[in-house]
Structures are given as structure tokens and as C-alpha cells.
């Protein structure tokens, strides 16, 4: 029998085979969270439940090495099972932090003492880690961060200093600091990466009351002498910038996928109404006004998703660079996507888009975290100016 060589038409698609596009594989988990992300519902309340299960099924290690009892996929997919929860309204904001940034750091640089302790508790959700980068005079400029690490008398190390807006630290088990050590041979200061675990005399946060509705709350985290042993460092002492980017392009992947994952259950709300609100003879969807507005939503999502896409295929093909440039851009995109949609869902909704029932408007404050966390859209606007168009810098 002679294969087919009919060229592909609307009745005979081709097989999609671009990283792009979910295969069946993808597919598959997407349904399955989004199943999964069903049943729990946006109450509101607690994150306990669904965390427990999410690991029980295997999704938060999703990305982790299987030997470890992770899921042995990447980034793409760990980004599947962010979006999928939050556009069923039930987000795990710990996701970003603890298996993305902690677990991708630990794996790709850690030794194998701390693999061994740490990822399976990552994967299996039986344990977090918080992240620990953010300071109160260093905001955007991570080159200006204070918080040093000092060689202790046999050999390890005491840390210093104060972060901010760092989320979660209450239920998390260790947190993975972001410190500065002193280069013997230039004098100058380079970044590390240490695991502070909760408990640690010295290690101490305190709640920042945030106008959020988020079931991850924020700390202001102090350390103030902090003994820790040698075997605390993450890696090399010399590839510390390295390490850190390594966990820095996942959470801007990462966050892309909160952002597209809020913008969507809010469309999805807009849309179910505008199909049944009526007024005058037809449902309001029925009118241009409401209808090309959500469709330029949608579309604008799908659009920031295709970038996401691909900065997580380059990240988890090895190319820190490509998935740098493009892990800023997704989340550039995702966030302004996200903000226009819930914008616009609330707009649809009119008075109603506004009460606790249809739960919109508490994501008018959550939309713009993503505009300005981790990164702000002027510092990647900064990034793409100056990388990608080879434009002079300001500062």
C-alpha cells in the first residue's frame, strides 16, 4: 500500500508535532488538572487540600527528575499544571517558588546529599521551599543586594541581611536565600544561593498584610547571624549567577502561566454571562460591543501562551539564553493579557462584575502581580531594548 501523500486539508489535519502545540501526552495532563482543578472549585479558602492531592497525583514534581520521584517532564509542563488550576480559579501560588525555582535549582546544581533530601519531598508536595531574593532597598536591582554570607571558623558559612515579599515562608520548611559572597581574588561581591532551613536561630519573618486575596501569605524574612554548615550552599561558590538565573527564567515561565491561567477563568465567567444576560431581545453577548472585546481577550491569551510555549521548550532544551530573552516576554505578554481580561470580564458583568458572588473583583488586584512580580514590565522593557535591540542603556 502507497502512503498518503495528499497534501493536508481541513478534513485530513496533520499530527501536531511542534513543541507549541500539546501532544498527547500534554493534552492528557491538561485534562487530568483541570478534573482535578474542578472539583476543589475558587472557594477562597485553603490551599492544604488541593496541594496534597495535586502531589499525591504526581503534578507538583511534574518537572523534577524521576529518580527523585518527580515526574521526569520540565518547565512546560509544570506551566500546564499552573494554568490549568488557576483557570478552574484555584491557583497554587507555591508552585512558582517551590518546585519551579527551588527544585530546578536543586536539581541542576545541587549535590547529591541534597537531592536526595529534598526533591522527593518537592515532588510528592510533602515538603516546600520558599525563595528568598527580594530586598527592601534593592527592589529590581539585584546587583544591589546586602544580604553576605561570611566564612564561619570550621568551615561554614553565617548570613546576614533582609528580604521582602517573600511568599510563603510560614509554610514552608526551608527557604533558598539569595546572598552575596566576597571574591578572594577581586574583592568584589558575587551572588550564592544558600538553604536556610525554617527554625535556623537567627532566621526570623514577620507577615506584610497585603490588600491580596491570596491563600500564600507575604513575609519580610530577617537573618541575623545565621549559622549555617558548608554543605548549606547550593553548587559552586563561583556559579552563583548562573544558579540563580537557572531559577530565575522558570519563575518568569512560571508566572506567565499564573497570569494566563487567572485571565482565562476570568473570560470564562465573562463569556458564560454574556451568553445569558439579557436586556433587550438578545443576549448582550449578542451586541459588538461586548463580543469583540472578549474575543480580542482571547486571542491576546492565546498569543502570550505561544511565547510561554517556547520559552519553556528552550529552557528545558538547555538554552538558557533563548529562554531568557523569551521567558521575559511571555511573562511581558501574559500579564498584559491577563490584566485586559479581567478587566474586561468585570466590565461585561457591569454592577454584578463587582459583588462577592461572581468572585471578579478581588482578581483586580491579583491581575497586576503579575505586572510587577517578579520583574516589572518596564525592567523586561529594559531587557528586550537593550539584549534583543542592542540599544543604549539608561543607567
Known sequence: MKPDTSPPSPLNPPSPSSPLIDGPERTALRSAVAAL???HGSDGGTTDELWAEAGK???????????????????????????????????LLMLVVSPAICGTVIARFGTDEQKRAWLPGLADGSRKM?????????????????????????????????????????????????????????????????????????????HIPMELAAAE????????????????????????????????NPERIMTAAFALGMGRHALAKAVEYARVRQVWQEPIGAHQAVAHPLAQAHI??????????????????????????????????AAEA??????????????????????????????????????????ILNFVSHQTLGLPKSY
Open 130 to 206: 520558599a525563595f528568598g531574593i527580594t530586598e527592601p532597598d534593592a527592589g529590581s536591582n539585584s546587583h544591589r543586594i546586602t544580604t553576605t554570607a561570611r566564612r564561619a571558623p570550621g568551615g561554614g558559612w553565617l548570613l546576614t541581611g533582609r528580604k521582602v515579599f517573600i511568599s510563603g515562608v510560614d509554610i514552608s520548611d526551608a527557604t533558598l536565600i539569595v546572598g552575596r559572597t566576597e571574591d578572594a581574588r577581586t574583592g568584589r561581591l558575587k551572588p550564592c544561593l544558600f538553604i536556610v532551613e525554617r527554625g535556623t536561630p537567627g532566621f526570623s519573618y514577620r
Open 338 to 379: 491577563a490584566v485586559k481580561a479581567v478587566d474586561q470580564a468585570v466590565h461585561t458583568l457591569g454592577g454584578n462584575g463587582l459583588t462577592a458572588e461572581y468572585g471578579l473583583a478581588k482578581l483586580i488586584t491579583a491581575a497586576r502581580v503579575a505586572r510587577i512580580a517578579p520583574v516589572s514590565r518596564e525592567m
Open 57 to 91: 497525583l504526581g503534578y507538583l514534581g511534574v518537572n523534577l527528575p524521576e529518580e527523585y520521584g518527580g515526574g521526569g517532564g520540565g518547565i512546560a509542563e509544570l506551566s500546564i499544571v499552573l494554568e490549568e488550576l488557576g483557570a478552574a480559579g484555584c491557583p
Open 37 to 39: 482543578a474542578k472539583r
Open 217 to 248: 501569605k507575604q513575609f519580610e524574612v530577617v537573618l541575623d547571624d545565621v549559622a549555617l554548615p558548608a554543605e548549606a550552599l547550593v553548587g559552586d561558590e563561583d556559579a552563583g549567577l548562573l544558579q540563580l538565573f537557572a531559577g530565575l
Open 300 to 333: 491576546e491569551l492565546e498569543l502570550a501562551r505561544l511565547m510561554m510555549a517556547k520559552a519553556a521548550h528552550l529552557y528545558d532544551a538547555g538554552d538558557d539564553a533563548g529562554a531568557g530573552e523569551a521567558a521575559n516576554m511571555a511573562k511581558y505578554a
